[in-house]
């Protein structure tokens, strides 16, 4: 199964500034790669999803990279916020039968962005 | 509000009690998931559910044991639990098939075993 590893698990950046996490994984390159927001005591929630044949994708103020040569996805978020501040989750999507899916998480990554 | 609710939000039991966790989704879907997430550790799939028949179960204990009457709720049943048990458990579902789709989380169940 995957090991997925995502940088420092605290990141604090100044508001305005673009804050960029990072996600590495070690087996096999998923088909699809997906990015969630985990405030505090709350479920996670989805944000991104970017496919092995895409190199970008935008979102508004977020922007995820997925380079399966390096076995890595990069977040940004560009003029981060305070509201901005949470712990990101990045997921790897694995079959495990006929069309069911699995996702394995990282631990995430809990940024503050200081105002 | 996800689509996803939860009961109940909070519960504390003793390890010899036996309880039952709660969790319907208003989206359509017809995948549903049980997630356990505890402090510093990565979510852990426990149980999915794929058009209400169990895949994968990731060698949980025995002692939690999912029920899918049907694709709208998913239930966990609990009975003598360990401390380590205490967490926060996650629902979640998502539509299935032959591409990928991203999951709809519950605000979860924070149990405590004491």
């Known amino acids: 199964s995957q090991k997925i590893e995502q940088n420092s698990e605290a990141l604090n950046i100044q508001e305005g500034k673009t804050a960029t996490l990072t996600c590495n994984y070690t087996?096999?390159?998923?088909?699809?790669l997906q990015w969630y927001r985990q405030d505090p005591g709350r479920g996670p929630v989805f944000l991104l999803l970017?496919?092995?044949?895409?190199k970008e994708k935008r979102k508004e103020r977020l922007k995820v990279t997925f380079d399966t040569t390096l076995k890595q996805s990069l977040f940004h978020i560009t003029a981060s916020q305070p509201a901005d501040s949470a712990t990101y989750l990045c997921?790897?999507?694995?079959?495990?039968?006929?069309?069911?899916?699995?996702?394995?998480f990282g631990s995430g990554t809990q940024l503050t962005v200081l105002p | 509000e996800t689509g996803v609710t939860q009961t109940p939000r909070h519960l504390v039991m003793g390890m010899t009690n036996k309880k039952s966790l709660k969790c319907e989704q208003h989206?359509?879907?017809?995948?549903m998931y049980w997630y356990k997430q505890s402090a510093k550790k990565p979510l852990e799939l426990m149980f999915v559910?794929?058009?209400?028949?169990?895949?994968e179960n990731n060698s949980v204990p025995s002692r939690f044991s999912p029920e899918c009457p049907n694709s709208s709720h998913l239930f966990l049943h609990l009975h003598t639990l360990q401390p380590e048990d205490s967490a926060l458990y996650l629902c979640?579902?998502?539509?299935?098939?032959?591409?990928?789709?991203?999951?709809?989380f519950g605000p979860g169940t924070r149990l405590t075993v004491t």
């Open positions: 970017i496919r092995e044949n895409e």
């Open positions: 559910y794929s058009l209400e028949e169990r895949v």
């Open positions: 989206l359509g879907h017809n995948a």
């Open positions: 087996n096999y390159s998923p088909a699809y």
């Open positions: 997921a790897l999507e694995e079959s495990i039968s006929g069309s069911a899916r699995q996702l394995t």
């Open positions: 979640a579902s998502s539509h299935t098939g032959t591409v990928t789709y991203e999951q709809y």
